[in-house]
Every structure is written in structure tokens, then in C-alpha cells.
């Protein structure tokens, strides 16, 4: 049976609501999700297929199962389930894992990157302006 919530939840409230995040893509992976959850410092259990495997670290911020093992996938949970202190541990990996990707060193790479090219150091791009 379903279970009521008392009141509906915003989407910035939702990382909040979960110890864990499971994402058992099977194909095309759009690994937004997995990102965001990394954010919210959250250990994950995920699909070893590129993209999940890229993000997560196997036992470092979560557990990365093969398609189709059923049994590697109960067992990270449980492993989850039973210990609030590697729950905690892996969540803080995600979060460090991700900074990587933060809008604030994305937007450095990407400035770097224009800067090279308007300066004409990668290609000779300011000729093109011209």
C-alpha cells in the first residue's frame, strides 16, 4: 500500500528524504542523476555501464553491480542498510568526487578554453573574426 506523505516535497527538499541513491540503468545513460545525488552526499549504488562507472568508485562513494547480478546488488544495500558510519563515509567521497564538475570550475575550464582561442594560441580563430 502506498504510504500518504503528510505534504508534497519541492525538488530541493527531495535529496534530503533518502540515505541512498540506486541507479540501475541498463543502456543509454543520462548520468545527470547520478551527479546530482553525488552532490547531495549521497553513497550510490549503480550499474557498471559508462557513465555510472565513470562517477562512482567501487566501495570508495558507493558500489558499482554488474547487469543482471541480483545478488551483488542486495548485498550493497545491505552493506548500506547495516552501517550508518560507511553510509556517511562514502556520501562525503561523493561529494568530493564531484567538485570536479562544480558550475565554478566548469565556468574555469570553459574561460581557459575560450581565452586560448581568442588569443589565437590552440587555433589561429582571431583570423577568422576578421
Same mark, same amino acid.
Given at each position: #500500500?502506498?504510504?500518504? %506523505?503528510? &505534504?508534497?516535497?519541492?525538488?530541493?527538499?527531495?535529496?534530503?528524504?533518502?540515505?541512498?541513491? *540506486?541507479?540501475?540503468?541498463?543502456?543509454? @545513460? !543520462?548520468? &545527470?542523476?547520478?551527479? #546530482?545525488?553525488?552532490?547531495?552526499?549521497?553513497? %550510490? +549504488?549503480?550499474?557498471?555501464?559508462?557513465? !555510472? &562507472?565513470? *562517477?562512482?568508485?567501487?566501495? +570508495?562513494?558507493?558500489?558499482?553491480? $554488474?547487469?543482471?547480478?541480483?545478488?551483488?546488488?542486495? #548485498? !550493497?544495500?545491505?552493506?548500506?542498510?547495516? $552501517?550508518?558510519?560507511?553510509?556517511?563515509?562514502?556520501?562525503?567521497?561523493?561529494? @568530493?568526487?564531484?567538485?570536479?564538475?562544480?558550475?565554478?570550475?566548469?565556468?574555469?575550464?570553459?574561460?581557459?578554453?575560450?581565452?586560448?582561442?581568442? #588569443?589565437?594560441?590552440?587555433?589561429?580563430?582571431?583570423?577568422?573574426?576578421?
Amino acid at each position: #500500500e502506498f504510504f500518504p %506523505l503528510p &505534504r508534497a516535497f519541492s525538488m530541493t527538499e527531495m535529496p534530503y528524504l533518502y540515505w541512498a541513491f *540506486l541507479y540501475t540503468s541498463t543502456g543509454v @545513460n !543520462s548520468y &545527470r542523476c547520478v551527479m #546530482e545525488a553525488m552532490a547531495s552526499r549521497k553513497p %550510490l +549504488v549503480v550499474t557498471n555501464i559508462r557513465g !555510472s &562507472r565513470d *562517477l562512482v568508485k567501487h566501495g +570508495v562513494n558507493g558500489f558499482v553491480v $554488474d547487469l543482471e547480478n541480483d545478488q551483488s546488488l542486495i #548485498e !550493497s544495500f545491505v552493506k548500506l542498510i547495516n $552501517d550508518k558510519k560507511l553510509r556517511e563515509q562514502m556520501g562525503q567521497a561523493s561529494l @568530493n568526487e564531484i567538485q570536479p564538475y562544480s558550475l565554478k570550475n566548469v565556468l574555469h575550464e570553459m574561460r581557459g578554453i575560450y581565452s586560448r582561442f581568442i #588569443e589565437g594560441n590552440d587555433l589561429n580563430f582571431t583570423e577568422e573574426l576578421k
